[in-house]
């Protein structure tokens, strides 16, 4: 099993920055993915960003060249940097890691973009 506590959320202006993190229960280096979603209200879930074992990322084509997903192992943490945020980024954002056919969520974190 893996508890994911995602930090970091918080209220920003459009163009600002926020830096979201996930510290995981276990070493996160050999979980097969890591991954960063996102849901606003009346909406569905949808993946944010990716970032497997062997550090092969992908993100939604809304977010490219604008939110960077990282990882330190030695601190079992996952990270989003968020630059250039816009409105529409607005929503709770989740930690998510995939390990063995098994989907493991953090409680969220909520990312309000002011216009």
């Known amino acids: 099993q893996v508890q994911l506590v995602e930090s970091g959320g918080g209220l920003v202006q459009a163009g600002g920055s926020l830096r979201l993190s996930c510290v995981a229960s276990?070493?996160?280096?050999?979980?097969?993915?890591m991954a960063w979603y996102r849901q606003a209200p009346g909406n569905q879930r949808e993946m944010v960003a990716t970032?497997?074992?062997?550090?092969?990322?992908n993100y939604r084509d809304s977010v490219k060249s604008r939110f960077t997903i990282s990882r330190d192992d030695a601190k079992n943490t996952l990270f989003l940097q968020m630059n250039s945020l816009k409105p529409e980024d607005t929503a709770v954002y989740y930690c998510?890691?995939?390990?063995?056919?098994?989907?493991?969520w953090g409680q969220g974190t909520q990312v309000t973009v002011s216009s």
């Open positions: 970032m497997t074992a062997a550090r092969n990322t």
């Open positions: 998510h890691a995939l390990q063995a056919f098994f989907n493991y």
């Open positions: 276990r070493s996160i280096s050999t979980i097969d993915q």
